[in-house]
């Protein structure tokens, strides 16, 4: 008769385990190219960037000409502007002009197409005709830097925010300039329209958001517990700042006490310059951001925030949703009204410090090696989703992989043995015998044999969906490992030494004659000998216990234990009845139980001997003569450890042997009476 049982759930090595991937987290450990993982977990395609190359350090601001069919560049540190066509497909940017300044810190743009360009430092205000590539200073406003420009379409009047000190300026088309208002902060790092008489402005150090009446009366809208107002922008009626808070480098002062502090960042569990006029570089100053809302009655929101890591720039697209770049990772997130977030574009560069925005395609500017990215949908087959290496922890075979999701996809795997794919991996190959089902489909995996694995997904169609993968491998067994056995024994302490903790009996000296077995108090002993040992199963199976022993210098090995294996690595071995001497033990270790017959391991583990000794030791030649008692005591086996000896019942007392130590098999003792015996 044959029975099967069914197993669905890992219970053991031999049961196939699986790399199962459903959560964001999860794929946000692999890499999206051109491809977006969604806060539910899905992939999609998403955004695919393509390198415009230019010759910066870094690319700092941008800005749309009014046909939004150019946008503009500016760098450093040689105060260059470039031009980008949005629509093109040059791979080189165009130079329009340099000007003698190390960074353009702000552009603006007049309706006409006049560049208007901001710089740093001197805070001057050049003027650039973007088809001849002319610059004209059109003024110099007296401080250290110009972060921010707003060319009112209307008037023909440009708003620059500064830095040191923290002020917006008014400058006319002939470059006339007046304060409008001073902010009593450092910086006005962020700038741009309200309507026809008022301004939204950001500050740093403090991080204030103000609206600014052209008059010079201003009204302060949020005030965060952070360093800087880094960008702002407005979509749908609402207002977005997008705030940083970077880490202290000199703490306050312990004797001033500490006074309201405003809102604070709060960072979920799941750039801009470190202080405005530096352009920061990954890991000199931790950071963390958070991009706010505030809707037109005053009500402010976090909507999205990241706990290592600064914005640098914001945007939105046609369905309201927000883009904002970061400073450390090359990355833009895209933020829905609804507070839902993914990463939208993933750059190879560490800084996307500027972002603009024409139709369908973003361009970003970036900086730890300058360079612009035009990025637009990915067209299908584009948008690609690349696994983590994925570690069976040792050889395995790998079976079917199961993905959940549309059928617009293809899967391929490649596996190796190194931690890091490297060209000794095997290629990427498509699933063998694939086939649709009801959730997404399958395929078998047809990568060789390897500790490592890596799947692929290719999106064939723009609507493509991933939600989940399971990849099935059947782990190498791993041997268990016995790694010590250890002897106890079940009785009392020994009175006569043994060796293997086998005990002897007591010795009893009267001054007549042996006192009576009753008045012996009783010294117990056990032919159980205690075995237990240690095992090592780096597979957690359940293991089989097979014991077998022999006496020393036998060839032959008998069983111990019964018929059947053992499962726990215990057992109490009654010795009785053998012959007294030395044996060995030995266990064998077996996952039978766990892993099919041809797969399965055994170890062993051989004891060091093992002194069995159940026979007494004895009194001979015991003489007893007023005042003296002498004799011999002696073991078969066991070298005599101690003596005592009792009078007329009385208590035990030590007996010390002629030589003076007891250690040998045999010991002579003699014994002087006290005066009252």
């Known amino acids: 008769m044959l029975a099967l049982a069914l197993v669905t759930a890992s219970a053991g090595a031999a049961v196939t385990k699986t790399f199962r991937q459903t959560s964001a987290k999860d794929f946000e450990e692999g890499e999206a190219t051109a491809s977006m993982i969604l806060p539910d977990g899905a992939v999609v395609p998403g955004m695919k960037p393509s390198p415009v190359a230019l010759d910066a350090a870094f690319v700092w601001c941008s800005t749309l000409s009014p046909d939004g069919r150019t946008a503009y560049f500016g760098t450093g540190d040689q105060g260059r502007i470039y031009a980008v066509d949005v629509a093109g497909n040059e791979a080189h940017a165009r130079k329009v002009a340099a000007l003698d300044a190390a960074w353009i810190t702000a552009l603006g743009v007049r309706p006409d197409g006049t560049l208007v360009v901001g710089t740093t430092p001197g805070g001057r205000v050049y003027t650039v005709d973007p088809k001849k590539g002319n610059t004209h200073l059109l003024t110099t406003l007296g401080v250290d830097h110009v972060w921010a420009l707003v060319a009112d379409g209307k008037t023909g009047i440009v708003y620059a925010g500064t830095g040191g000190p923290g002020k917006i300026f008014a400058i006319d088309p002939g470059g006339k300039s007046r304060e409008v208002w ?8 962020s700038l741009i329209q309200a309507d026809a008489t008022h301004l939204y402005a950001g500050t740093s150090e403090e991080a204030i958001l103000f609206r600014v009446g052209l008059d010079g009366r201003a009204e302060a809208l949020a005030d965060f517990d952070a360093e ?10 609402a207002l977005y700042a997008a705030v940083n808070d970077f880490e202290r480098t000199t703490p306050a002062p312990a004797m001033v006490p500490a006074g309201p502090r405003g809102t ?14 530096a352009l920061p570089r990954p890991g000199q100053r931790k950071a963390k951001a958070a991009l706010y809302r505030i809707d037109p009655d005053g009500h402010l929101e ?12 914001l945007a939105f697209d046609d369905d309201g949703r927000a883009f904002v770049g970061s400073g450390t990772e090359g990355r833009v997130y895209r933020v829905d009204p609804d507070r839902k977030a993914a990463l939208a574009i993933d750059l190879p560069e560490r800084q996307a410090l500027t972002l603009v925005r024409s139709g369908k ?7 730890d090696v300058g360079g612009v990215y035009r990025v637009v949908a990915a067209a299908s087959r584009q948008a690609t989703y ?10 395995a075979r790998f079976g079917l992989l199961r993905w959940h999701g549309t059928h617009g996809l293809s899967v391929e795997t490649r596996s190796g043995n190194t931690a890091r794919p490297d060209p000794t991996w095997s290629a990427f190959a498509g699933l063998d015998r694939t086939r649709a089902t009801a959730e997404g489909g399958v395929g078998l995996v047809a990568s060789p044999s390897a500790r490592y694995v890596q799947y692929r997904v290719t999106f064939g169609a723009t609507d493509a969906r991933l939600d989940a993968v399971t990849l099935a491998y059947l782990g190498q067994n791993q ?7 250890t002897v106890g024994d079940g009785g009392t302490p020994p009175a006569l030494g043994m060796a293997g903790g086998l005990g002897g009996i007591p010795l009893s000296v009267a001054s007549s004659a042996f006192a009576s077995p009753s008045s012996i108090p009783a010294r117990t002993h056990s032919p159980i000998v205690k075995l237990r040992w240690k095992v090592e199963n780096p597979d957690g199976d359940e293991l089989d216990y097979r014991l077998t022993f022999r006496q020393e210098n036998e060839a032959v090995w008998r069983p111990l234990g019964g018929p059947d294996p053992l499962s726990k690595s215990e057992y109490d071995w009654n010795t009785d009845g053998l012959p007294d001497g030395m044996y060995t033990v030995r266990v064998v270790a077996s996952d039978e139980r766990s892993e099919a017959r041809e797969r399965a391991l055994e170890a062993s583990f051989t004891s060091a001997p093992i002194l069995v000794d159940n026979r007494k030791p004895e009194v001979v030649g015991l003489v007893a003569k007023y005042p003296f008692i002498s004799g011999r ?7 005599l450890t101690g003596l005592e000896y009792a009078i007329d019942g009385g208590d035990w007392q030590i007996l010390s042997p002629t030589d003076g130590i007891c250690d040998d098999l045999v010991e002579s003792f003699t014994q002087i009476g006290r005066a009252h015996v």
């Open 479 to 485: 041997r268990a490992r016995i790694t010590e056995l």
């Open 302 to 313: 976090q909507i999205f925030s990241i706990g290592d890591g600064y914005f640098t720039a």
């Open 264 to 277: 604070k960042i709060t960072v979920a569990p799941s750039g801009s310059p470190a202080s405005a006029g």
């Open 228 to 237: 800087e107002v880094r960008a702002l922008g407005r979509s749908g009626g």
């Open 361 to 367: 395609t973003f361009l970003v500017g970036t900086g």
């Open 633 to 639: 005591a002696r073991d078969d086996q066991s070298p």
């Open 182 to 189: 001073n902010s009593g902060d450092k910086h006005v790092v």
């Open 386 to 395: 690349l696994s983590r290496v994925l570690d069976a922890e040792f050889r």
